[in-house]
């Protein structure tokens, strides 16, 4: 029986090039990583900021490993709620411009904990066609319709909301700041004033604006996010009014029956944070990512993170393989991650990567995998 799902398993997986395995790596500071006594620059890591490595980051979680243990022993509404996660809520909150915010276990709880806190039977949730896997399995886990809008079209969301918004009671959007597998960023004044107008709620996941992108957040919107991309550490958070925090702390079933994160995580998130605040070091992602399409003639980027879309999922992995050679780690991605016959390439800049590296991949890009860039003149 566990047999035949396994065989089926392996026949859906259409061809071997869409496989995933397991591969040690071990990431070293400056955005190296080793692999098999290698040592590679990786441009595949979401640490924006290099603050995985930061001495002050690394100190804060040491000590606060030495200090309180290593784990937080239950549930944040049993024992486990560390006063360090006030002091992270409180910094966090103050850095988004909202009146709260909450910790949860990690991103994927953070945003499956808000949306089915905030959708169940009878409502309906709009979600733009890319945002990530954690949203749609919340939505669906809600039990509320869901519905995908073309990517950042508020034309086509408008016109679906004109179609399904009455015929439910509570509505959501969900879109993200800054796409992960795109580096596009979502028009989210608009679609703040699309949720105003409808009666909706917009849900907007930051995980990879964090420290990039520096963003009002319109009044109203709920934010999700992540600590383990630019903050370097683990868990996730949402930030909203302080009804609506306090809302979640009573029905977001990932925060209440999942035990806290072990303190130190939380002194790291803590730490991380406070020298995002002092040092403005999201300009300089920006200008690395911005360098690197500017001088391949590719769209200019707006976030760390910049696709190079190379079709099929074979021709992807051969394209990660050729980079590899050249000292360079660049991981393919693939379906069901990003839609059919769009494999690619993502590059994930740091500001760990010095402008040497940048020049060096680059060249790489450009003498390795020429094809696939733009024509420049
Ligand atoms: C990484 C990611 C998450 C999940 O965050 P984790 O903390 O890794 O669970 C959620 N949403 C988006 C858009 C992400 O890229």
Redesign the pocket.
Same mark, same amino acid.
């Given at each position: 029986m566990l047999d035949a799902i396994l065989e089926k398993s392996r026949g859906e997986l259409a061809s071997p090039s869409r496989m995933r395995r397991r591969v040690d790596v071990q990431r070293l500071p400056h955005g190296r990583l080793k692999h098999e006594g290698k040592t590679y620059i990786s441009f595949s890591c979401n640490d924006y900021l290099g603050l995985s490595f930061h001495p002050r980051v690394v100190e804060a979680a040491a000590k606060a490993l030495q200090a309180y243990g290593t784990g937080a022993g239950a549930s944040r509404l049993v024992t486990g709620n560390h006063p360090l996660y006030a002091e992270f809520e409180r910094a966090m909150a103050a850095y988004k411009g909202a009146e709260d915010c909450l910790v949860f276990g *990690?991103?994927?709880l953070a945003?499956i904990g808000v949306i089915t806190a905030l959708a169940g039977e009878g409502d309906i949730i709009f979600a733009d066609k890319l945002v990530?896997a954690?949203m749609i399995d919340g939505s669906r886990l809600s039990g509320a319709k869901l519905v995908r809008f073309a990517h950042n079209s508020t034309v086509h969301l408008q016109a679906l909301l004109q179609k399904y918004r009455k015929h439910a009671k509570r509505c959501l959007i969900l879109s993200?700041t800054v796409f992960?597998m795109d580096g596009d960023c979502a028009p989210i004044d608009e679609l703040a004033r699309i949720a105003e107008r409808n009666l909706a709620t917009l849900v907007l996941?930051d995980?990879?604006g964090l420290g990039v992108i520096q963003q009002a957040l319109p009044s109203h919107t709920i934010l999700t996010g992540?600590c *383990?991309?630019a903050l370097g550490s683990y868990g996730?958070y949402v930030c909203a009014s302080q009804s609506m925090i306090d809302f979640f702390v009573n029905h977001a079933r990932s925060v209440i029956f999942s035990t806290g994160l072990p303190p130190a995580t939380v002194a790291a998130s803590l730490a991380a944070l406070e020298i995002m605040q002092h040092e403005n070091m999201s300009g300089e992602v920006l200008k690395k990512a911005q360098t690197f399409t500017s001088r391949l003639g590719l769209p200019e980027a707006q976030s760390a993170i910049v696709p190079l879309i190379i079709g099929g999922d074979a021709e992807a992995l051969k394209a990660s393989d050729m980079l590899k050679a050249e000292g360079f780690w660049v991981t393919a991605i693939r379906p069901p991650t990003v839609p059919e016959n769009t494999a690619r390439l993502r590059f994930a800049f740091s500001a760990a990567h010095s402008d040497a590296d940048v020049e060096a991949l680059i060249r790489a890009v450009r003498e390795r995998l020429g094809a696939f860039l733009p024509c420049v003149s």
């Open positions: *990690s991103g994927y945003n990530h954690c993200e992960s996941d995980a990879h992540t *383990s991309k996730g």
